[in-house]
Structure formats: structure tokens, C-alpha cells
């Protein structure tokens, strides 16, 4: 890392976007970015080992963390659950920071629960349209994307067989997002309201009511 990156690091109370762009940025250049993706996505093909030593020198430097949404969360999702055009079209985008992803899991009263969120995404044609709320969002007022799980079957005979996972557009209309102050004043989590918000139905990874699959 350079000094002086490494230096307004050490100064920052609260990393911004910008710091984070930029350290992705150096990653970028020495093809450090995604360290446990496959060579042919563009990652490194490190081992274990390799990883995980990469990883301690970059706290004992002081380095910030990569951001983990896209990378570590929703990549190796797609690698493995996406359609082609969904790989082909998403993952460059993670890699270059075109995309800036937030997870959108848990809600109120379905946090550690996972099985039991209530936001509905119901098919309407080439779209779902997607009601109801997510909460403790990191970042996501950084956010252009999302990555939701959502209840497409409320009938389905055990909860986790009626979830999908869906992409969403952050800039769709009706969406909200509103922050969540900590008790030292800090703004890092979020709750984000989602109000007949459409999604293409092309934007859902893997098969429909899968999501718990696919997410696990």
C-alpha cells in the first residue's frame, strides 16, 4: 500500500467512499482485487495459504478492508448460481467498482432469522414487484445495488422453500433509504424501504423460490 494512502487511513475516523475506491484501485492494478475468485473471472487462483498470508500483512500495514458485499458476498454467488449473461454483465462491474453492492437479508423481526423475511417480491409479467423493508444495512447509503432476499411463495410448506434471491436497482422508484445513527453519532447502517419497487424478473439468481440455496 502506498504511504500515502496508508497514512490517510490511519488519520481517517470514518473511512468515505473515496478511501475505499481507492484502495480498491490499488488492488485493481497489481490484479489483488479478487483474491478467492476463479483465474477465469478474474481472480488470483491463490491458495488458502497465499490468501490468508496476503490478508495479515494487510493488517499489520493498516490497510482497509475491501469491501465485502460484491466481492467476497455476491460474486462467488454468481460464479456459481448466475446465468451466463448475469456473469458476463455483473462481475466486471464488481471488479471495476461500477457497482457498489449492499445486502439486503435482514429485517425487522427476521435478523438472525433469516427464514422468516416478509418482504414480498410477487411476478407481474417480465417483473417482480417488491414491498416491505430491510434493515441494518451497511453502507447502503453508498449503494447503487442490493442483493435482497425476498418471499416469492408465502404458501410454501416450509419458510426457507419460499425465498428467492433477487438484484436490485437502488435507483428503482420507491425506494427509501433512511440511516441508522449509532450512540457515538456515526452513520454506517441503514434501513431501506422498498414500495411497489420493480424488478426485472431477469435480475433473479438461481431458481425462483431457491433464494435460501443460493444464499447459504
Known sequence: MSKQLSDKVRK??????D?????????????WMARHWPVEHGGT????????IFEEECVAAGAPRSIPFGLNMLGPVIIRFGTEAQKVYYLPRILNDDDWWAQGYSEPGAGSDLASVKMTAVRDGDH???NGQKTWTTLGHFANRIFCLVRTDPNAPKR?????FLLIDMSSPGIEVRPIYTLEGEHEINEV?????????ENIVGPENDGWTVAK
Open 12 to 17: 481517517a475516523q470514518r473511512l468515505t467512499k
Open 128 to 130: 417482480y414487484i417488491c
Open 193 to 201: 424501504f422498498f414500495t411497489d419497487v420493480r424488478v426485472p424478473a
Open 160 to 164: 426457507q422453500m419460499g425465498i428467492s
Open 19 to 31: 478511501y475505499y475506491l481507492e484502495w480498491h484501485a490499488f488492488l485493481r492494478e497489481r490484479g
Open 45 to 52: 487462483g491463490w491458495t488458502p495459504v497465499q490468501k490468508h
